[in-house]
């Protein structure tokens, strides 16, 4: 439970951050609208990647220390 937990809070914070990061370089590329151009998909994937990667560490370093104070 405390891994989808996780999963799902980093993947909604990821979502949130990266959509305003997009905003603020002005990245509008929607993948199944737009005609696929490999450049604009690898820096999306890679954009939302590097913060979900960053959240995720985040947040687990976060709930293993929470964790690990009640024992």
């Known amino acids: 439970m405390k891994v989808f937990l996780l ?10 951050l990266s959509t305003q990061v997009y905003a603020w370089i002005d990245l509008e590329y929607r993948l199944f609208q737009d005609t696929f151009n490999l ?27 929470g964790s690990s104070a009640r024992s």
């Open 39 to 65: 450049w604009l998909f690898l820096l999306d994937f890679g954009i939302f990647l590097l913060i979900a990667m960053g959240v995720y560490s985040l947040l687990s370093k976060i709930f293993s220390k």
């Open 7 to 16: 999963m799902f809070v980093s993947i909604l914070i990821t979502d949130f």
